[in-house]
């Protein structure tokens, strides 16, 4: 299956950081995928088919199509009904000048972003943060930033995604980027982390005072 993996990315005409960005693995772990030496796991898989429109019965034995649909709506990596703009200036905000992400959602156009993000061929994009901490390290670290969707209802939310969320704690919000996946208490998701050393978490929904979809992330690479 692993050799299947680099035929769906080469399709695409994605880079490995690319289609590992999607996936919510490293690069070298999505190059260990495609050589075989470690196996595709459930939650990629899925996301192979129900956001890349791979083509479920090709991807187990590489009889038929690849694609259930044409591969380009697949390319902005973003969930396939969604149309993508050939180019769009994402407006750049710092949550510690808008007092926290609720405000920031609740009345965006009251706050003037500290610069603008253009960048072609994605989804819309409601704004863009940056990043604090290192749980989803090493797909994202401290300072990089990502470009989100916001959601208005939670019951909206797409299992296995990666999404930015403000959550209260004791009356204080506490702003992450995590992947929701689903929790077996009722009333309540989980939290999962890129980062290894960080446990999982689980919480209840009613915790949730914002949420947004993550579309793409920047890392700011400086050049000596």
């Known amino acids: 299956m692993g050799g299947r993996v680099k ?24 190059s260990m995928i495609e050589t075989g030496k470690t196996r595709l796991s459930t939650r990629n898989r899925n996301i192979l088919i129900q956001e890349l429109n791979v083509n479920p019965n090709w991807l187990e034995t590489g009889k038929g199509e690849i694609f259930n649909a044409d591969p380009a709506l697949s390319a902005s990596f973003g969930h396939s009904s969604e149309m993508t703009m050939p180019l769009q200036s994402v407006p750049l905000y710092s949550i510690e000048a808008t007092a926290g992400l609720v405000p ?6 009251l706050h003037n972003p500290i610069n603008y993000i253009h960048i072609p061929n994605l989804p819309k994009c409601d704004g863009a943060i940056y990043v604090a901490g290192d749980s989803m390290y090493p797909l994202l670290k401290s300072g990089d ?22 959550i209260d704690l004791d009356g204080e919000e506490y702003v992450t ?3 929701i996946q689903h929790s077996d208490r009722k009333g309540y998701i989980k939290l999962v982390s890129q980062n290894p050393h960080h446990a999982d978490k689980e919480i209840e929904l009613s915790r949730i005072r914002a949420i947004a979809l993550v579309k793409a992330s ?7």
Request: charged residues 25%.
């Open 145 to 166: 930033i990502v470009l989100y969707k916001q959601l208005h209802d939670v019951n909206d939310i797409f299992w296995g995604d990666m999404y930015l969320l403000s």
């Open 218 to 224: 920047i890392r700011m690479n400086s050049m000596r």
């Open 7 to 30: 035929l769906i990315r080469k399709a695409l005409g994605i880079t490995q950081e690319q289609l590992a960005q999607r996936l919510g693995v490293g690069k070298t772990a999505l």
């Open 177 to 179: 980027v995590k992947y």
């Open 104 to 109: 920031l959602f609740e009345q965006q156009e």
